[in-house]
RNA sequence: GCAGGGGUGACGGAGCGGCCAAACGUGCUAGCUUGAGGGGCUAGUGGUUUAGUACCUACGCGAGUUCGAAUCUCGUCCCCUGCACCA
């Protein structure tokens, strides 16, 4: 079949799904249900095969819950919230040749299409229908009907609803809180706000004050306050401008540049300039040891970073070291605060000799500064001080903690990965945000639930469990509003809107009602009716208008399986924990989560800078859904990786034509044969495959089911074809097709319809497990068969010749009772004395020893074997194939009848073969 | 540093106490097939050896438990991911 093919059976199939509407089901009271979701996409670009993953894990599973006879579930909706989108158009209104390209070059948008997309709105209503589109041709069993975005308004009724919940359970708190901030758009920025989408990293930074002889303290920033015990000397850049400063009722000297870019968290009203001449003439005293110490100048020390000014530690710093030495004062005395293991006393000068670092302008200082950090942070050991003897790493926060105690020493937030600039220019700083609106996941109370919530809730892959728990355990206040983006009003403070990953944790319920909001107003859906839909409680509860739709929530809560990508563990998934025990009753929370890994193309990842980005729909149209549903999802186990490569999407296309072209012979079989031992092995094999493929379904192993219903149905289907010269195989697709439909729903469709099945694959019932099908007698008869037939090949090729006659005799069932001694017994002598009372052996006592022995070496790895009778009847059931096999005559004999002296080589399971 | 995951063939990855020189897939090699724009089929793919076999060397490194270990125990080295407000 050609790709036009395959569309063609692919769109007939989807229409009349879509016709049929069983992806659209409605409360059923006759029918148990099952509701599953996924992550709602995010769509400021179309979806490529990675997207896939989590969806076709999330519809391969509903479509198998579907065929074990639940009502299913499967609704779709967009996330909208936040900046990303705004950011996005913006880019494209201002013609970013960076966005312009990714949407040319990966996604084939043209650009005059592009440039219709410079509204929020325009964009999310292009990308999410093309990301629609495009769940559609993959064979989602969505039902669409439900699809809402979260700028909708009626959504917004249901969020801001919610957090008048969690604001009822005091779980929303104010406070401050710094973020990343640009001067300039006097906005927040995070990381698609910046040039080269850096993720600006915060960091809190200790600044200790220097009393000096005037009233003004020097202000130094440091990242190793335990060091404060062995300061030399302040240093100060005397290229760089200096200012006198009011911070709080204090006057501090700080560098100009330092205090524009602290201003806003600190509030500094600026005196006047200093010379940097000035502040080298003064005395700094060290607000630990009481020492005073002079000013020197570096070249090193960046009016950016931190305060301007910072403090010298010439034994555990390079730098400073460096610069003494390039002021031709290394001579000094530099006291030792940390002892680390293969240094001297002062770790900084060894490693900067031994590096030969030539200066402090020399970019091997900065190798030698890392060296020394991590050593002493790693493995340093205080030598002096109050906490001498301690690890320097637990020192160093006491002793920050100590000096903020007494007033000495404070705490800024800096951009770590600085200097980053916003796209407009501006240079990122940091902001202290006075109201900032927190959820307070830190709460014991509600940790507690989320617990309780995780004890009665799978987690699939099993192992997931810890990191739910983990993270139940880290999350403390997380703010949940921002100064823009797209999405929902907080409603204690309509200026804010509520941050994207705030909006996410309770939406799966709106999917319940969101298809029968039409006949209600928006100005109606205050807290009152969702506290009649969702809690039944409250004024409106006995309303009857809001009957219906809180009879569908009841039905279809509470979810029963929710998929995302491994990564949203830490933040979504666990959120969506805590919400739920917050706001539902203990009926309602949630019942499973499943969690995939990515997908990785070509062994690498998804990236745009690489390009190596493939659309879903481009590859949907390149191989069909099917392959790429088996492709995504089956290439590894669930929370691993896994890898889509071209030439594995050719190999399933190309099995799948090979199954194609039996199905269609087994279409055109008319009455239903009686099946021979061939057929019998192979749906013995298929129907230990259904038994196994339940449980496999049951908890998502995509990969394993991969291996049992395809790949190696495949290499069943190759060695049977070989084996019979009529397939008989109408009986075995019947099931298989409804076994694979929902991995391969359009290719299960079509064979299900070309084989006579009656309705809809889709909405039929997954295959019945037929323990009397399942014969280990004929599946062992038939490895017997496969492997004298893998050795009479292979000793044909050591002969190097074709065989003119092939005996192939069976070993007498005397040497099944030994093989049954040597199992039980194990040891030689045992087995002869045993082997001697045999009635059946005992004929035999002249060749016992011999077989004897060569069992006995496996003796403690003996797999089962047939009885010489089953043997027999196995190998000449496949008679006729080995004669066209080996192209000769071919005997199959008990070994007794064979002349050649080789014939008593028989052993169970190893048929002795003579050939000649 | 803390937390989690992992080290197996040319590669992705199975196996988690014995039918394991290692599933399945990919790659590679050979043969066949007029198939010719990411073909199809068959066989092979650690070494030696043999009429289908057997043995040796292999599952990061070292030691131990066991009749038997890739699989269990201990030690050791190395690698990857996350550490927050970002959807």
Redesign the pocket.
């Known amino acids: 079949m050609d790709a036009s093919q395959i569309a063609a059976i692919e769109s007939k199939w989807r229409k009349k799904w879509a016709d049929e509407g069983i992806y659209e089901p409605d409360p059923d009271a006759k029918k148990e249900k099952r509701f599953v979701t996924a992550a709602f996409p ?1 769509p ?1 670009s179309p979806q490529h095969i990675g997207h896939g993953r989590t969806y076709t894990t999330a519809d391969v599973y509903a479509r198998y819950l579907r065929l074990r006879g639940y009502s299913v579930l499967f609704p779709m909706g967009f ?7 705004l950011a996005m158009a913006k880019r494209i209104a201002a013609k970013d040749p960076d966005v312009l390209k990714v949407f040319r070059d990966i996604y084939g948008i043209p650009d005059e299409l592009s440039a219709t997309l410079t509204e929020p709105k325009a964009l999310v209503s292009h990308f999410s229908s093309e990301i629609e589109e495009g769940m559609k041709e993959m064979g989602y069993s969505i039902d669409w009907r439900r699809k809402f975005y979260s700028f909708d308004p009626k959504f917004n009724c249901f969020i801001q609803w919610q957090f008048r919940k969690l604001k009822e359970l005091g779980y929303l708190i104010k406070g401050e ?1 710094p ?2 901030w640009c001067p300039l758009d006097k906005n ?5 706000d910046t040039r080269g989408d850096v ?4 960091e809190d930074v200790t600044v200790i004050k220097f009393a000096t002889q005037g009233n003004a303290h020097l202000v130094v920033t440091t990242y190793r306050p335990e060091t404060l015990y062995g300061v030399t000397n302040i240093w100060v850049n005397p290229k760089a401008e200096y200012v006198k400063a009011q911070y709080r009722n204090e006057t501090i000297i700080i560098a100009k540049k330092a205090a524009e870019i602290l201003n806003l968290q600190m509030g500094l009203k600026i005196i006047g300039p200093v010379a940097a001449e000035e502040i080298m003439k003064m005395k700094a005293k060290n607000p630990l040891t009481g020492e005073e110490v002079p000013v020197f100048p570096a070249s090193f020390v960046s009016e950016e970073i931190g305060t301007g000014i910072v403090m010298s530690v010439p034994a555990h710093a390079p730098y400073d070291y460096l610069a003494l030495r390039d002021l031709g004062k290394a001579d000094m005395k530099m006291p030792q605060v940390v002892e680390l293991k293969g240094y001297g006393p002062a770790p900084a000068k060894d490693e900067v000799e031994k590096l030969k670092v030539k200066s402090q302008d020399d970019p091997l200082a900065e190798q030698a500064t890392e060296n020394i950090y991590t050593k002493e ?2 493995e340093g050991v205080m030598a002096v001080g109050k906490y001498k003897g301690e690890k320097a ?1 637990a020192a160093k926060e006491k002793i920050a903690q100590d000096l903020a105690r007494e007033g000495s020493a404070f705490t800024i937030v800096t951009i770590a990965n600085g200097p980053v600039y916003c796209r407009c220019g501006g240079h990122v700083v940091v902001n202290i945000l006075k109201d900032q609106w ?1 959820i307070d ?2 709460i014991p109370a509600w940790k507690a639930k989320a617990k309780q919530c995780l004890d009665g809730m799978r987690t699939v892959p099993d ?1 997931a469990r ?2 739910y728990l ?1 993270t139940i355990d ?7 509003t ?1 100064a823009a ?1 797209l999405g929902t009003r907080f409603p204690f403070d309509e200026s804010k809107m509520i ?3 705030s909006d ?1 944790t309770l939406y799966m319920a709106f999917y319940t009602i969101a298809h029968m909001l039409k006949e209600h107003d928006e100005k109606d859906m205050d807290e009152a009716f969702f506290d009649a839909v969702i809690l039944g409680t409250g004024p409106k509860a006995q309303d009857p208008k809001l009957k219906k739709l809180r009879e569908s929530f009841l039905y279809w809560y509470p979810c029963d399986s929710r998929h995302s990508a491994g ?2 563990i ?3 998934l666990t959120l969506y924990i805590f919400n739920h025990v917050a706001i539902l009753d203990t009926p309602l929370w949630p019942r499973q989560i499943v969690t995939n890994g990515f997908v ?1 193309m070509d ?1 690498m990842k998804m990236s745009k800078s690489m390009g190596n980005i493939l659309p879903l729909r481009k590859a949907v149209k ?1 191989y069909g859904a099917d392959v790429i549903r088996f492709s995504v999802v089956s ?3 669930l929370a ?4 889509f ?4 999407a ?6 799948l ?2 199954i194609g072209s039996l199905v269609e012979a087994a279409a055109k079989q008319k009455t239903a044969r009686l099946h021979g031992r061939a057929d019998k092995w192979l749906l013995s094999r298929l129907n230990r495959k259904i038994n196994a493929a339940k449980a496999l379904y049951e908890s998502c192993q995509m ?2 089911l ?2 049992e219903i395809f ?2 149905v ?2 069943d289907l ?1 060695w049977y ?2 084996r019979t010269e009529s397939p008989n195989l109408h009986a075995f697709f019947m099931k298989w097709a409804m076994l694979i439909s929902p991995f391969m729903p359009y290719h299960a469709e079509e064979y299900w319809h070309m084989l006579g099945g009656k309705g809809m694959a889709a909405s039929g019932k997954f295959p019945e497990y037929d323990e009397k099908e399942v014969d280990a007698q004929v599946e062992m008869g038939e490895e017997l068969v496969r ?2 037939h ?6 044909g ?3 190097g010749k074709k ?1 003119q006659k092939v ?2 005799y069976v070993a007498s069932d005397w040497k099944h009772g030994l093989y049954h001694l040597v199992r039980e017994h ?1 040891l030689l002598p045992k087995v002869m004395q045993e082997a001697a009372k045999d009635a059946l052996l005992r004929p035999h006592m002249k060749d016992v020893p011999k077989a004897a022995a060569q069992l006995v ?8 074997v047939l009885h010489e009778k089953e043997e027999l009847a196995a190998l000449r059931d496949a008679l006729g194939f080995y004669k066209k096999e080996f192209g000769c005559e071919v005997a199959i004999e008990p070994e007794e009848k064979g002349a ?1 002296p ?1 014939a008593k ?3 169970p ?8």
């Not at 399971?909 to 000649?916: D, E, T």
Request: charged share 25%; hydrophobic share 30%.
């Open positions: 995010y400021n996330h909208v919230t936040g900046t990303p989108i809180y973020i990343a927040a920025v995070s990381a698609h993720d600006p990293e915060l942070a790693h790493i927190f996941y830190g192992k810890d990191e983990y880290w999350l403390k206040t997380r703010p949940c921002r983006g941050e994207a990953l996410s990564d949203l830490r933040n979504h990785l062994g390149e290439g590894a186990d691993s990786d896994t890898d490569s071209r030439t594995v050719e190999g399933t296309r190309s099995r034509a090979f990969r394993q991969g291996l790949y190696d495949v290499s190759k074809e070989k492997a004298v893998g050795d009479v090949e292979k000793i090729q050591l002969l065989p005996g192939i194990k070496k496996n003796a403690h790895s003996l797999p089962d050649h080789r080589n028989a052993m399971g190893k048929p002795a073969i003579v050939m000649s």
